[in-house]
């Protein structure tokens, strides 16, 4: 099962949009308080849609309260990683997988960091960029992840749409 990992986060809609990205992978959330935000705000439903009642996510009171409840491999993101987040192997589907990325702000603690130097990696870009949006980095490592997986589960055609669109260019669900 792969697991994201939020410590503290702090905007709204950066979480919306991963509960979003979970929803549609089949990925447990778990947040790791304090929170910058209430669960019931405005702007996490917006960037969540209307699929967040299909979400499977934990709330947790701080990163030990989460540690007590969870196992299985964690991974690190943090700007201070020297790996890539291509350089581990995740194709295993049995394997309880933990993608862990901190706040907005400042990231996930150096000491924690600290902790787990052989499972803190990076995704690799320029030097003129601190680095990249939280939702887009969740992104982009899940679906690395998947992509070892040969996405697990997930649909290759989109289920609601006629699967002649392509071929005969015409929406026949279209009013």
């Given amino acids: 099962m792969l697991n994201i990992v939020l ?25 790791i308080k304090p929170l910058g935000f ?29 540690l007590s409840k969870n196992s299985g491999e964690f991974y690190y993101f943090t700007r201070y990683g020297h790996k890539p987040h291509t350089s581990f192997d995740y194709s295993d589907v049995n394997k309880e997988i933990y993608l862990i990325f901190g706040k907005e702000s400042t990231g996930i603690p ?13 995704i690799p870009m320029t030097s003129n960029v601190r680095a990249l949006n939280l939702s887009n980095c969740v992104a982009i490592v899940l679906y ?32």
């Fill in 7 to 31: 410590y503290e986060p702090e905007i709204p809609q950066n979480t919306g949009n991963i509960m979003r990205t979970c929803v549609a992978t089949g990925t447990k959330l778990h947040l």
């Fill in 38 to 66: 209430k669960i019931d705000d405005a702007h996490l439903k917006r960037s969540g849609v209307n699929y967040i009642d299909k979400l499977e996510y934990y709330v947790y009171e701080n990163y030990d309260d989460f």
């Fill in 110 to 122: 150096r000491e924690l960091l600290q902790q787990h130097l052989d499972r803190c990696m990076r």
């Fill in 144 to 175: 690395e992840v998947l992509r070892q997986q040969n996405y697990r589960d997930l649909l290759f055609e989109e289920p609601h749409k006629d699967k002649d669109f392509i071929i005969n260019g015409i929406d026949n669900n279209e009013g």
